[in-house]
């Protein structure tokens, strides 16, 4: 028998953390050490990695019904990762800016429409990392130039042939796997335009 979910109501208590010891600092990540007190009151030892950083996942949906992916090689898992235009906002700055920029810098879009259409939590047990997804349409050509750290390759797909190939486990990157999961919701819920769920679904 269901129940409803009362996912607003937390139970049990918090966690209960001493004063924080910074252990790593970058640019981009502060590593932190705790004396915590679990919910269930038992003590902890506890490390969370802190972003500096927003993280921005753009999916260009293309009028034909197709996507603009990105190849690169990515270093924590030392493999070959094709994924959507991702990076990386200040806190304090404006997310859809940033996500205009990073889909310019890496694959030369520029979009007449922006929808933001997730917010997620990545990796919660061991980092603070907060993640926005953008569905960006009427996608145009413009000149661009990426990081000095990025070898890009880049290709447009059927979009129905990157969600199955993210579904067999072949497009790994978890914001990918959400936003083309998020935009197949989309489509069968009637929230795009139906000639483009026409050639998405196709």
């Keep these: 028998m269901s129940q409803k979910l009362s996912w607003r109501q937390p139970h049990g208590s918090p966690w209960q953390a001493g004063p924080p010891r910074r252990v790593y600092d970058n640019p981009w990540i ?3 050490e705790y004396d915590a007190t679990a919910p ?4 902890a030892l506890y ?3 802190r972003f500096k950083n927003l993280a921005l996942a753009i999916l260009p949906l293309h009028d034909d019904g197709t996507v603009t992916l990105v190849g690169q090689n990515r270093f924590p898992h030392a493999d070959y990762s094709w994924e959507i235009p991702e990076g990386g906002g200040a806190l304090d700055g404006d ?21 933001e259409v997730l917010r997620t ?4 047990s061991v980092t603070d990392e907060r993640a926005m997804g953008f569905l960006a349409l009427g996608l145009s050509p413009v000149d661009h130039a990426p990081d000095e ?5 880049v290709a447009r797909v059927p979009f129905r042939e990157a969600l199955e190939t993210a579904l067999a486990g072949h497009l ?3 914001l990918t796997v959400a936003m083309l999961l998020r935009a197949y919701h989309m489509a069968h819920e009637g929230a795009l335009p139906p000639a483009l769920t026409r050639r998405m679904l196709s």
Excluded: C, I, K, Y
């Design 30 to 32: 502060t590593v932190e």
């Design 172 to 174: 790994p990157d978890m």
């Design 149 to 153: 750290t990025e070898d890009l390759a």
């Design 47 to 49: 490390g969370v990695v």
């Design 40 to 43: 269930t009151g038992a003590p």
């Design 121 to 124: 939590q990545l990796s919660n």
């Design 95 to 115: 997310p859809l800016e940033h996500a205009r920029r990073e889909l310019r810098e890496e694959v030369g879009l520029e979009a007449s429409e922006w929808r």
